[in-house]
Nanobody
Framework: QVQLVESGGGLVQPGGSLNLSCVASGSTASIYEMGWYRQSPGKERTLVAS???????NIPHSGAGRFTLSRDIAGNILHLRMNKLKPEDTAVYYCRAGVITVVAAYDYWGQGTQVTVAS
């Protein structure tokens, strides 16, 4: 079992910045991948940024050049720095951890943190 707790969401003006953090606890040694996803009302949950066990990050075009992802493995914390925020970045942001065991692979999700970009 892995537990994920997100923090750092809130209201920010367009062009502003936010830092999101995700703290993992439990069976963290089995985590091979972590990432941030977001979901707006009526839309599917989509990838914001992810990092694998080798430290390779993946940030889709929507966040390229604006978002930075870092993982503190020792502290089991995933950080997402978001700059130049746009109203279309408004969503609930979820932290995900991918876990592999000897029998199966699992996804764990946090409860989500709201990010609102508005004047």
């Amino acid at each position: 079992q892995v537990q994920l707790v997100e923090s750092g969401g809130g209201l920010v003006q367009p062009g502003g910045s936010l830092n999101l953090s995700c703290v993992a606890s439990g069976s963290t040694a089995s985590i091979y991948e972590m990432g941030w996803y977001r979901q707006s009302p009526g839309k599917e949950r989509t990838l914001v940024a992810s990092v694998d066990g080798d430290g390779r990050t993946n940030i889709p075009h929507s966040g390229a050049g604006r978002f930075t992802l870092s993982r503190d493995i020792a502290g089991n914390i995933l950080h997402l720095r978001m700059n130049k925020l746009k109203p279309e970045d408004t969503a609930v942001y979820y932290c995900r951890a991918g876990v592999i065991t000897v029998v199966a692979a699992y996804d764990y999700w946090g409860q989500g943190t709201q990010v609102t970009v508005a004047s």
